[in-house]
């Protein structure tokens, strides 16, 4: 069954911290996998889309890396700041262009 | 910058009634989404357009039935409301080429029906 599962479902951090969101999927054949950033009561904003052969791309501060090996991938967030607060959804696609969605990782970043 | 727009974005109304949720994008892409996102759970897919005049339902079983007669707009209608339609609708965009394209999306309409 094609899944897509985030860990931890939320994360409570310090500003300035860092902090790292998991993603793992068994979605088969593979295409890419893209983190989106969702503000309350906003829709979802693209960050990072990997496809099989990138293992790590960088957006500012938000760097996502694939292990396609292991199907992983995480979301590693640096430096935070008061507007990272936000839920993190991981979405793999598969070659027939079908997207998976996980449940998202709820962020809050406190001062 | 948004430039996909969902209007309304609050929309509280009776069981039975006819409603439309509108989605327009200036971006000029083929392909358009329309989801259902309840709080905690992932985003379902239930209808989707690749192009003027195409249309196919999506994973999630839905009593509602969209519309593609314009590239930019692409409205979802529920033809008699009830109290299980009520969730947030998203609506999405991409270009037709290129698989790595993200999906844009508008803000959401969050629909509560009585």
């Known amino acids: 069954k094609n899944q897509v599962e985030q860990s931890p479902q939320s994360l409570i951090i310090l500003e300035g911290k860092n902090c790292t969101l998991q993603c793992n999927y068994t979605v088969s054949p593979f295409s890419n996998l893209r983190w989106y950033k969702q503000d309350t009561g906003r829709g979802p904003v693209s960050l990072t889309i990997?496809?099989?052969?990138?293992n790590t791309k960088s957006n500012g501060r938000y760097t996502a890396t694939l292990d396609a090996d292991t199907k992983q991938s995480s979301l590693h967030i640096t430096a935070s700041q008061l507007s990272d607060s936000a839920s993190y959804i991981c979405v793999v696609m598969n070659t027939g262009n079908q997207f998976y969605f996980g449940t998202g990782t709820s962020l809050t970043v406190i001062p | 910058e948004a430039d996909i727009y969902q209007t309304p974005r609050y929309l509280v109304i009776g069981t039975g009634k006819k409603i439309t949720l509108e989605c327009s994008q200036t971006m000029g892409h083929d392909k358009m989404y329309w989801y259902q996102q309840d709080p905690g759970m992932e985003l379902h897919l239930i209808h989707y357009?690749?192009?003027?005049?195409?249309?196919e339902k999506g994973d999630l079983s839905s009593e509602s039935t969209v519309s593609r007669i314009r590239t930019e707009h692409f409205p979802l209608t529920l033809e008699s409301a009830r109290p299980s339609h009520t969730s947030q609708y998203l609506c999405?965009?991409?270009?037709?080429?290129?698989?790595?394209?993200?999906?844009?999306f508008g803000d959401g309409t969050r629909l509560s029906i009585l």
């Open positions: 357009s690749y192009g003027v005049n195409s249309t």
């Open positions: 990997m496809t099989f052969s990138e």
């Open positions: 999405a965009s991409s270009p037709f080429e290129g698989v790595n394209q993200p999906q844009h």
